[in-house]
């Protein structure tokens, strides 16, 4: 369906059961399981669906090893029950990471680790071989059951650096266990969308628009795409805006019946490093450490480039966060500390991203106190109008449980019953997943007569869906792109069927050219072309919509015109004239 005939038929019906307001991971996971349930249900989002905290994510999908110091152990159950979901429900995304744990004492931490669990540590501090013990085998038992991965296992100090010699040689030992990562969390997002838009006709969703409260009391929700408006009649209202929770209630009430803030995020950057040698330093694992501060950093292999991070730092603003240059000092040296021996060219840091963790209000002053867990609270306005329904908190790996949270209490607020679960639903192309994927590719590619070569390139980016997009490609006249990976036909079906409005929707959610260090300024300017052709753009429409996107690169990525004009394949005279002007 699309934007005008969303409009036209709210402007027909204004009726809906339930509108969510943000399409963030968990604002379209609490969707897509109120539009299973066959609710007459929409969601809007203010900017582009998974473009805030679920966009800058660390790619891990975890139990969240760490909390067990806060005593949250109910948390991390479920988040290792999700993540075990997700590895069957989503296996073309999710998958299994091994991940290891550099041991630099021995008994260190222990009291500090009880400390902190009675609620009386303030600071972090280093973890030692007998706490790291006690956590990676509390891990094995909560996981015991299920036993999808092995078992945790500890290596002295030389069989460490044999394995990993780049390691600091301060080590005592290392324990590796295994976690699983997530290779495009913005397309698993999309996914769900389309999963329950296709299922229910009265689902609908639309970006880049925003619900309002008028003054009369009246919900307008107002597209920020065609200027147009359409009041709409909700029974209960969803802020699934996750770090915006506060922010979006001064939209959704009135003044004198707002809540009291309930969000306190604290703000996480990451950089994506292209180093060979730091790399393959990492064989293929996940090296998960403390900095000498105590504060916990990773460190993995991420689509061809290596990710490193994270800070935690208190925000007020989430509209601003972006990675400072003094986060991105403390994240090299932090990788200095633990990898010595490799240096890191400013260069080489091909792409950083900031998001906001979405935590729950807090006055602690040590940001690692703060409760990770999600809950959800329904705020009644005292002037009238829908309850709405506020989602507090919320890890990424967790989205499908918290979803689920929430619309059953919406599902009790309405008289409704559940009638569909989404425990062992597969997720988009993770349906109907080959055993053996490289039969699939083959028969799939003759069928459709690309080559396999091809096909294996859409099976990594979307599943199983990627016949659908084969069949597509091949059904008309296609033509190669600056990146050898893409062609015209895959973005024009992206472009037509994933509510792609911008350029940054494609270069940034819909592939992951950006977040790779792979967008070039040939790349950009192709991809713009086909976008504005597509959407038939003025001139003057597609100058603007250029500037805006190298901004955005550049003040939330860091990555200038410059950089992407030396990743041209050959170098154009246009990048010479830029590196002379800059």
């Not at 998974?50 to 152990?73: I, T």
């Not at 303030?122 to 007998?130: E, I, K, L, Q, T």
């Not at 290596?155 to 997530?182: E, H, M």
């Not at 792609?500 to 950006?514: C, K, N, S």
């Amino acid at each position: 369906m699309k934007r005008k005939e969303m409009l036209d038929g709210l402007r027909q019906n204004p009726k809906v059961d339930v509108c969510v307001v943000g399409g963030g991971i968990n604002g379209i996971s609490v969707f897509r399981e109120l539009a299973l349930q066959g609710l007459n249900v929409l969601l809007v989002e203010k900017h582009d669906y998974c473009s805030g905290a679920s966009s800058a994510l660390s790619r891990m999908v975890h139990g969240g090893l760490r909390y067990l110091e806060n005593g949250e152990f109910k948390l991390v159950q479920e988040s290792l029950v999700e993540r075990d979901r997700l590895l069957r429900n989503a296996p073309h995304y999710v998958a299994p990471l091994p991940t290891t744990v550099p041991v630099f004492d021995i008994f260190s931490g222990l009291c500090n680790g009880i400390v902190r669990f009675l609620g009386l540590g303030r600071r972090p501090s280093r973890r030692g071989a007998v706490a790291i013990k006690a956590g990676l085998s509390i891990y094995d038992f909560l996981t015991r059951k299920r036993a999808l991965m092995p078992r945790h296992q500890f290596r002295g100090r030389r069989t460490t650096l044999q394995k990993w010699p780049a390691l600091n040689s301060g080590i005592k030992s290392s324990a590796t266990y295994f976690d699983a990562w997530v290779s495009h969390p913005e397309r698993l997002g999309i996914a769900l969308l389309q999963d329950c838009l296709a299922d229910n006709s009265q689902a609908r969703a639309l970006n880049y628009a925003e619900l309002r409260r008028t003054e009369n009391g009246q919900y307008r929700v107002e597209d920020k795409i065609s200027g147009t408006s359409a009041t709409v009649e909700p029974a209960l209202i969803i802020n699934a805006t996750g770090g915006w929770i506060d922010i979006a209630n001064q939209s959704l009430f009135s003044p004198r019946s707002r809540p009291a803030p309930l969000m306190g995020g604290t703000k996480g950057s990451h950089l994506i490093i292209d180093n060979a040698e730091l790399r393959a330093a990492l064989a293929g694992h996940m090296i998960y450490y403390e900095n000498q501060d105590g504060r916990i950093c990773i460190l993995f292999p991420y689509l061809g480039k290596v990710l490193v991070g994270s800070t935690d730092i208190r925000v007020d603003d989430p509209e601003t966060v972006r990675c400072e240059a003094d986060e991105r000092d403390y994240i090299l040296q932090s990788l200095a500390f633990v990898l010595p021996g490799i240096a890191v060219r400013p260069e080489q840091i091909v792409f950083q991203f900031s998001g906001v963790r979405p935590l729950p209000a807090s006055t602690d002053s040590f940001t690692g106190r703060i409760p990770r867990d999600h809950f959800c609270t329904i705020v009644e306005p005292r002037d009238g109008g829908p309850p709405v329904l506020c989602m507090i908190g919320g890890k990424w790996t967790t989205f499908r449980s918290f979803g689920e949270m929430a619309a059953d209490m919406a599902l009790e607020r309405l008289a409704r019953r559940r009638r569909v679960a989404t425990t062992d639903r597969p997720i988009g192309g993770g349906r109907a997943f080959p055993a053996h994927a490289s039969l699939w590719l083959a028969h799939v590619a003759a069928a459709k007569g690309i080559s396999g070569e091809r096909m294996a390139e859409l099976f990594g980016r979307y599943g199983t869906n990627a016949e659908a997009i084969a069949g597509f490609i091949a059904a008309g006249p296609d033509a190669p792109l600056p990146h050898a990976g893409y062609t015209v036909r895959e973005l024009q079906y992206l472009i037509r069927n994933e509510a792609v409005e911008h350029l940054d929707d494609l270069l940034l959610r819909r592939t992951t050219l950006a977040v790779s260090g792979e967008l070039s300024l040939a790349m950009m300017d192709a991809v713009l072309d086909l976008l504005a052709q597509e959407k038939q753009w003025t001139p003057g429409r597609r100058a603007s919509e250029r500037d805006r996107f190298l901004t955005l690169l550049s003040e939330r990525h860091g990555v200038d015109e410059s950089m992407l004009c030396a990743r041209n394949e050959p170098r154009s005279s246009e990048c010479d004239t830029t590196a002379k002007s800059g």
